[in-house]
């Protein structure tokens, strides 16, 4: 089993910048990929954005793409979301992923193992 736990969520205005992070426990998310996902009142869960298990490959999002960056540190078992030039459309409640899986995958299904979300508000 895998536990994740989110930080970093909070509220900041438009513009501004947050860090999210996930730690795993229970077993090494070393040889998973990982996702961000998140969810806004009202709305299907989305992806966000992925990163394969050694982070040698990223995805996002396109209403993300050169905003937010997605890293981990395999050795403290985390993994980050950097998120900038926020907008109030990003605001949601932030959720990480682990896939029994190398490979960075684009949909919530393909994914055993989920954090409990971070809130993160923007405002304008």
């Known amino acids: 089993q895998v536990q994740l736990v989110e930080s970093g969520g909070g509220l900041v205005q438009a513009g501004g910048s947050l860090r999210l992070s996930c730690a795993a426990s229970?077993?090494?998310?070393?040889?998973?990929?990982m996702g961000w996902f998140r969810q806004a009142p009202g709305k299907e869960r989305e992806f966000v954005a992925a990163i394969n298990w050694s982070g040698g490959t990223t995805d996002y999002a396109d209403s993300v793409k050169g905003r937010f960056a997605i890293s981990r540190d395999n050795a403290k078992n985390t993994v980050f979301l950097q998120m900038n030039s926020l907008k109030p459309e990003d605001t949601a409640v932030y959720s990480c992923a682990a896939r029994s899986d190398l490979d960075i995958y684009y949909y919530a299904k393909g994914y055993d193992y989920w954090g409990q979300g971070t809130q993160v508000t923007v405002s304008s």
């Open positions: 229970g077993r090494t998310v070393r040889g998973k990929a």
